[in-house]
């Protein structure tokens, strides 16, 4: 019913991109500083690209740079899928305990 929690909950939403309560757009709100979560989600994607890339080299010697590059994407998309479908299974079952949870309280 206040303004501020309607500003906060409607008009000016977080975006929810980082498992930290307290981040928004990779800035906490509390301190105004970089979010260390958001930050070492940057560290850990570039380190499995940097993986990705390095065993197609060595599966593919004498390779070109073009010869290799589809191969590259086929393997990043392929880990992005399985970081996508372990998040959203993970989110599954955090909502099965939730509702779990709730009814356990209710009864």
């Known amino acids: 019913t206040s303004p501020l929690g309607w500003l ?15 981040c928004d757009d990779s800035i906490r709100l509390l301190t105004g500083e970089d979010c260390t979560t958001c930050t070492m989600g940057v560290v850990d994607r570039r380190s499995t690209r940097r993986a990705i ?4 080299v060595r599966a593919t010697p004498g390779f070109t740079f073009e010869e ?30 939730n509702q779990r949870l709730a009814q356990a309280e209710e009864a």
């Open 68 to 97: 290799r590059q589809p191969m590259i994407d086929a393997q990043l998309r392929e880990d992005a899928q399985d970081r996508a479908e372990r998040t959203a299974h993970a989110l599954a079952l955090k909502h099965a305990e």
């Open 53 to 56: 890339i390095q065993q197609v």
């Open 8 to 22: 906060l909950d409607k008009g000016l939403p977080q975006r929810k991109m980082c498992a930290h309560d307290g």
